[in-house]
């Protein structure tokens, strides 16, 4: 997907994001997530869905050192879901904005390098990813409330820290495929090559 389209996409999605029902969706997804890391049975899925979710997860975890927010780790399942670890380092408002960013990488990474048909963007568009990016969109906003903040710009700093970290995360993306889940120094060390 072109980076203009991909940047509307994501901040069509944002702005569509029912508010107020975001963070209960947030705690059943994360429940489900917890629930494989703790052993549930996984449905294998194909070679070509594992490295989307190599892709998205890189993208996380590259966006995450770019931003200097705390990464722990980062893993991909074989049944194509995964996760990254990453927190802020304080309250500031920038830590914020980084958080969002990074949080909107993965999504951005699937649009902009993978490709995604009508039924992954909606899929997207319903994401833990998307969903936290907005609650922590209206506390900048809240916080910042003269900054103005647009959508959009969110958008274009996630699409952006992508487009110009495309090596990384396709060289991050094959290891963590292969190993499965990866260390903060093991990611830093591969991020910064
Ligand atoms: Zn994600």
Redesign the pocket.
């Known amino acids: 997907m072109r980076l203009e389209d991909a940047i509307a996409r994501i901040t069509f999605s944002l702005e569509s994001v029912h508010v107020e029902s975001a963070a209960a969706r947030i705690e059943e997804k994360q429940a489900a997530n917890q629930a494989k890391q703790s052993g549930a049975a996984l449905i294998l899925a194909s070679d070509a869905e594992v490295w989307r979710a190599g892709v998205?997860?890189s993208a996380?975890a590259v966006a995450a050192v770019r931003c200097d927010l705390h990464l722990e780790h980062a893993g991909v399942r074989c049944d194509a879901s995964g996760w990254?670890c990453y927190y802020e380092g304080g309250e500031s408002i920038d830590q914020t904005i980084s958080r969002v960013v990074a949080d909107l990488a993965?999504?951005c990474a699937e649009l902009l390098l993978v490709g995604a048909d009508d039924a992954r963007c909606g899929q997207l568009a319903h994401?833990s990813?998307l969903l936290l990016a907005r609650l922590n969109i209206d506390r900048c906003r809240a916080r910042a409330p003269t900054w103005q903040l647009p959508t959009r710009l969110f958008a274009q700093l996630a699409c952006s820290i992508v487009a110009t970290n495309i090596d990384s995360i396709g060289r991050l993306a094959h290891v963590l495929i292969l190993y499965g889940q990866l260390s903060r120094d093991a990611v830093a060390a591969l991020v910064r090559q």
């Open positions: 998205h997860e996380h990254c993965g999504p994401s990813d």
